[in-house]
């Protein structure tokens, strides 16, 4: 059945290119890295096919009534991990948005005195993003700091397939090893990362290395990637990456749905990890064996909402995968259709598998004592709220009575110093004095907040070490 009308889209990147990038292999705690001009282009481009596949009339994918010229901010919204890799994904994300709205002389103001003024770089449009810090929302980097995670790393690495895996690539490594100057030749570290990136930007590189090499390397990190990041049980701990982030996409749908909310396109920047971890979830790999392994830099998974025709007029989903800046997009499909799956057997087959709250996610990684204060743990007012009853309970006695006693003396020193007035000249002016228990409590009821908007990679720099939360029940920090 067709299902013609696109009513909203959401789109799951990858980030562009990046020079030598290097991960723990047990922790996966990552090294600094930064995007490279390369990067930047390949993000351009996928934000520019983006636009003329869904913001485009002429396109049979094009999002209906979305703003086309001028950004709608209402109806775009995009959320960029800033964990490990976290500028090059923000470099990533500014250039894709800077292809998908491109400057137009709309961008522009007319003034009292009647003339135009258009915004600079020729009407450059300035799409706020929304970065998402690991320390107080793990819905774009669950899988570090995660006990259960790194044990499954562990036992990965002590299976038989592993161990099998290791002897056969064995004659490889060894002679890799004069093209790695230093690096570990083993299958435990891959080595593909820092082959790929000499092999782009080195010319003297490029030119020495065997012939081969490249796709041996990529086979195995491949391998390993697989291996990490995906499991056969849609619940599984090794599915970590994607289970966070269906909560962000299942939550973005909905709101799609819902004819009160202006939002139509979410962009979700994030690494490859949670593309491995999608594509066996929802069993796409099972349709397409191709997509095993790391994808692309610039890849992008579309899950478009549509709307079908009568008499089944349900909401139907249709997911398609770009790998890289060299294909197009191709249609996939999710645990066993041919074709569209609706909406709502989506919904209800990834449910139980979303790890929905910050919460939950500590418990999925095997934290037992919710209370302690520890670098994997950095929500103490939220892990608070699992310490014992009555400790609890005591705690919150005695937070009371110093409030009451704070609030009570306050209220003397308002009350003797009403009536105060200061004599200026001919005139009397009276003090007017907002009583500290208000104060007191206005404070204790203003939300933290989990993320930052941002406009530009300046912005960014400069307020990147200022971390703040936000704090609240459901889905406290994973809105």
Same mark, same amino acid.
């Given at each position: 059945?067709?299902?013609?009308?696109?009513? @909203?889209? &959401? $789109?799951?990147?990858?980030?562009?290119?990046?020079?030598?990038?290097?991960?723990?292999?047990?922790?996966?705690?990552?090294?600094?890295?930064d995007s490279t001009p390369l990067g930047e282009v390949q993000s351009h481009q996928l934000?520019?096919?983006?636009?003329?596949?869904?913001?485009?009339?002429?396109?049979?994918?094009?999002?209906?009534?979305?703003?086309?010229d001028l950004v709608d901010l209402g109806q775009v919204h995009a959320r960029i991990k800033n964990g490990?890799? @976290?500028? &090059? $994904?923000?470099?990533?994300?500014i250039a894709l948005l800077q292809g998908l709205f491109p400057p137009t002389s709309k961008n522009s103001i007319e003034l009292a005195n009647g003339s135009l003024v258009v915004a600079p770089l020729g009407g450059y449009q300035y799409v706020p993003a929304e970065t998402v810090e690991p320390s107080n929302d793990r819905s774009l980097e669950s899988w570090t700091d995660c006990p259960n995670f790194e044990a499954h790393v562990e036992k990965f690495y002590s299976s038989d397939k592993f161990k099998n895996a290791e002897k056969q690539a064995a004659v490889f490594y060894k002679e890799a090893n004069d093209f790695l100057f230093g690096r570990p030749a083993t299958l435990v570290n891959a080595v593909f990362d820092y082959m790929n990136h000499e092999l782009t930007h080195n010319k003297s590189y490029a030119h020495r290395l065997p012939p081969t090499f490249i796709e041996q390397a990529r086979h195995w990190a491949n391998f390993h990637e697989e291996g990490v990041f995906s499991e056969s049980d849609i619940n599984g701990i090794g599915n970590i990456a994607g289970r966070t982030l269906l909560q962000s996409v299942v939550n973005s749908l909905e709101r799609i749905t819902f004819d009160g909310d202006p939002l139509q396109f979410l962009v979700e920047s994030t690494t490859y990890q949670?593309?491995?971890?999608?594509?066996?979830?929802?069993?796409?790999?099972?349709?397409?064996?191709?997509?095993?392994?790391i994808p692309e830099f610039a890849?992008?998974?579309?899950?478009?909402?549509?709307?079908?025709?009568?008499?089944?007029?349900?909401?139907?989903?249709?997911?398609?995968?770009?790998?890289?800046?060299?294909?197009?997009?191709?249609?996939?499909?999710?645990?066993?259709?041919?074709g569209d799956i609706p909406l709502t057997e989506f919904i209800y087959r990834v449910e139980g598998s979303v790890v929905s709250s910050n919460r939950q996610w500590l418990s999925v990684c095997g934290y037992k004592s919710f209370g302690a204060w520890t670098p994997a743990l950095p929500f103490g007012i939220d892990a608070m709220a699992d310490q014992r009853p009555v400790a609890t309970a005591v705690y919150g006695a005695l937070f009371a009575t110093l409030l009451m006693v704070f609030v009570f003396a306050a209220s003397k020193l308002v009350r003797r110093a009403r009536g105060k007035r200061i004599t200026l000249g001919a005139m009397e002016v009276h003090h007017h004095h907002?009583?500290?228990?208000?104060?007191?409590?206005?404070?204790?009821?203003?939300?933290?907040?989990s993320s930052r908007v941002v406009t530009s990679p300046a912005h960014y720099r400069l307020s990147a070490p200022h971390r703040t939360s936000k704090l609240s029940a459901g889905f406290e920090a994973f809105a």
């Open positions: 059945m067709s299902h013609p009308t696109v009513r @909203g889209v &959401v $789109v799951i990147t990858r980030n562009g290119d990046r020079v030598d990038y290097y991960q723990d292999p047990k922790t996966y705690q990552s090294a600094q890295t934000g520019e096919y983006l636009r003329k596949e869904y913001f485009s009339s002429s396109s049979p994918s094009f999002i209906h009534g979305v703003s086309t490990g890799e @976290g500028s &090059v $994904v923000f470099d990533s994300t949670a593309f491995i971890s999608l594509f066996t979830q929802t069993e796409m790999i099972q349709d397409d064996p191709t997509l095993k392994g890849s992008a998974i579309a899950i478009e909402l549509r709307r079908g025709s009568l008499p089944d007029n349900r909401d139907f989903l249709r997911f398609k995968f770009k790998n890289g800046t060299d294909e197009e997009f191709r249609t996939l499909h999710v645990f066993g259709h041919k907002h009583p500290p228990s208000l104060l007191v409590l206005s404070w204790l009821t203003v939300p933290w907040r």
